[in-house]
């Protein structure tokens, strides 16, 4: 009798966990059309390899059968990581691509120019960069381990350790790629190439996280008509400066100005006009929106207007215990000086907690994507029905 007790107990917490695993999965997927193509690029002449092809990036796209959402979603991953980001979890759950795909949506993934199948050619590039363990660990896995800004101990939602040895960890370190030491180079040569992915397949919804984020302002100057929503996942970064973490009583400290074309680092069209980065005059907040937040750079009044993005539905979406929480909301203020109007959330203001600057990964992955989704349903794909 005790054993058949312990039978049911045993049978019961399986399918409680079982029922927690299919809740992060979308079920079958029916796929009318898949494939991959390169957009941009041009043929270089080097010096070590004589003519080869630069600036392109790769693009992977699936359609499903049951297709109703009009407008495809493009996804852009941030830095040192590909189009794996979407595809699925370190942990082998569904990702935000077959989210979206259960959706209804067509879904094109890049992997940056120079990132994953799109070649990093050394001799248009520059050399390389690469971001090593302690990096991950500290600002994305496990922040609440090293407490370098305020929130970072509200990180719960990693579903591993957070440590070299965990699986979970290793396979997201084997996952990250170099990344391009000249920022504005590959700002442009990502804006050029998304550019030439909507001159291809026509209108869509930009989702971009983190350094991807920057590019969809720079995508959206140059295509506005193409450019129906953009979705920017801790997108970007602050205005201007890049924001250090020394860790308390401070916390904030102010980088290198590396966008000094405000949210970008090459340059986007304002009204009046500017010819260089110097005419915009900047500054600083005299005391942060909030506490344990930074104080931000936005433009001296009257700003300068970003007129090509005037009308896109925009949504910024940042967490609870990331790096990202005590900025992002100046990348909101920024845009809305400049005459973008946009919608910014944090996801603990919607009950969703503890997660990181790798939301996509973590175990509420799914929730986070219906988020998105739900945004879009009610601010996009209306607008587009009207």
Same mark, same amino acid.
């Given at each position: ?77 941030? @830095?040192?990581? =590909?189009? #794996?980001?979407?595809?699925?979890? *370190?942990?082998?759950?569904? &990702?935000? !691509? ?114 991807? @984020?920057?590019? =969809?302002? #720079?995508?959206?100057?140059?295509? *506005?008509?193409?450019?129906? &929503?953009? !979705? ?155």
């Amino acid at each position: 009798m005790r054993h058949a007790k312990l039978s049911v107990v045993i049978a019961v917490a399986m399918s409680a966990l079982i029922s927690a695993a299919n809740s992060q999965e979308v079920g079958p997927l029916a796929i009318a059309k898949q494939g991959y193509f390169f957009v941009g690029g041009k043929y270089v002449d080097t010096t070590e390899y004589g003519r080869v092809t630069a600036g392109q990036a790769y693009v992977e796209y699936q359609i499903p059968q049951n297709r109703t959402q009009p407008l495809p979603v493009i996804m852009i991953a941030g @830095g040192g990581m =590909s189009g #794996a980001n979407f595809t699925g979890t *370190p942990d082998g759950r569904d &990702g935000w !691509v077959q989210y979206f795909l259960a959706r209804g949506y067509a879904v094109y993934v890049i992997d940056q120019v120079g990132r994953g199948r799109a070649a990093y050619v050394t001799p248009a590039y520059g050399p390389p960069r690469l971001f090593n363990v302690k990096y991950l660990e500290e600002y994305f896995i496990a922040p609440e381990r090293y407490g370098h800004w305020p929130q970072a101990r509200l990180h719960t939602q990693w579903p591993g350790s957070g440590t070299v040895g965990d699986p979970i960890f290793d396979q997201l370190m084997a996952q990250r790629l170099t990344d391009m030491g000249d920022l504005t180079q590959r700002e442009e040569l990502n804006r050029d190439a998304t550019a030439a992915l909507l001159d291809k397949i026509g209108p869509a919804i930009l989702i971009t996280h983190s350094q991807s @984020g920057a590019y =969809s302002w #720079a995508i959206a100057d140059v295509r *506005p008509a193409l450019v129906k &929503g953009i !979705v920017g996942i801790e997108a970007g970064g602050p205005p201007f400066y890049e924001v250090l973490f020394p860790g308390p009583p401070d916390w904030f400290k102010d980088g290198k100005i590396t966008k000094p074309w405000g949210l970008n680092y090459s340059k986007v069209t304002y009204a009046p006009a500017a010819a260089d980065p110097s005419e915009l005059a900047i500054v600083r907040q005299e005391k942060p929106d909030a506490s344990a937040l930074v104080r931000c750079w936005l433009q001296k009044e009257p700003a300068r207007q970003l007129p090509n993005l005037k009308g896109i539905p925009i949504l910024l979406l940042t967490t609870e215990a990331s790096f990202h929480v005590a900025y992002d909301h100046c990348a909101s203020l920024y845009l809305k000086q400049a005459g973008v109007d946009n919608e910014f959330i944090r996801l603990p203001d919607l009950g969703i907690h503890g997660n990181g600057h790798y939301m996509m990964f973590e175990k509420n992955s799914l929730q986070i994507a219906g988020v998105i989704a739900d945004w879009l349903q009610k601010k996009v794909n209306v607008a587009k029905a009207q």
